[in-house]
T-cell receptor
Framework: DSGVTQTPKHLITATGQRVTLRCSPR?????VYWYQQSLDQGLQFLIQ???????AKGNILERFSAQQFPDLHSELNLSSLELGDSALYFC????????????FGPGTRLTVT | LAKTTQPISMDSYEGQEVNITCSHN???????ITWYQQFPSQGPRFIIQ???TKVTNEVASLFIPADRKSSTLSLPRVSLSDTAVYYC????????????FGRGTSLIVHP
């Protein structure tokens, strides 16, 4: 158990819909990272927040957005969902910003039908 | 330009030592080398991180030569439960923090 929690574990929704994925970092960690993993693209970095501020952006689509709240939990919002958005979404946390020693949550499996 | 290159797959047998090498010819002075392990449908797990020479923990060892253009993750006496994908990353977490996991190395341990 990494100490990072993600909800929900599974999510099934239809194309065009909007969903919110939630992540709680390990106690004491200030950075949160979001990743998408699909069979054809591998593990892709989406976005990073540190103590409430966006710090780095990867391959995140404009239809996706995220934020980190004062209690340090983070949410990833996915809108206008497409079939190709079906994937595992992981959240990770670390103590410092841009730290490569990260602790990953169990993931949310999103299925868009 | 890929930051790291790893073998796509490797096979081994229980009880053997496994060495997975990662090439990172363009590693920068401030970059660290980090390895992760991932089981199917689970989040990656941090294994080890190093900058130069050798680092060892309870799980693995990481060997880094003087030129730092490659690194080798060594798993002693593997078991079936070590069957997983192993990723090598390089970076310093500085201004251009875009961690690239690549496809990793799929290690299969046979009985």
């Amino acid at each position: 158990d990494s100490g990072v929690t993600q909800t929900p574990k599974h999510l099934i929704t239809a194309t065009g819909q909007r969903v919110t994925l939630r992540c709680s970092p390990r106690s004491g960690d200030l950075s949160v990272y979001w990743y998408q993993q699909s069979l054809d693209q591998g593990l892709q970095f989406l976005i990073q927040y540190y103590n409430g501020e966006e710090r780095a952006k990867g391959n995140i689509l404009e239809r996706f957005s995220a934020q980190q709240f004062p209690d340090l939990h983070s949410e990833l919002n996915l809108s206008s969902l497409e079939l190709g958005d079906s994937a595992l979404y992981f959240c990770a946390s670390s103590v410092a910003t841009g730290d490569y020693e990260q602790y990953f949550g169990p993931g949310t499996r999103l299925t868009v039908t | 330009l890929a930051k790291t290159t790893q073998p796509i797959s490797m096979d081994s047998y229980e009880g053997q030592e496994v060495n997975i090498t990662c090439s990172h010819n363009n590693i920068a002075t401030n970059d660290y080398i980090t390895w992760y392990q991932q089981f199917p449908s689970q989040g990656p797990r941090f294994i080890i991180q190093g900058y130069k020479t050798k680092v060892t923990n309870e799980v693995a060892s990481l060997f880094i030569p003087a030129d730092r253009k490659s690194s080798t993750l060594s798993l002693p006496r593997v078991s079936l439960s070590d069957t997983a994908v192993y990723y090598c990353l390089v970076g310093d977490g500085g201004g251009s923090y875009i961690p690239t996991f690549g496809r990793g190395t799929s290690l299969i341990v046979h009985p």
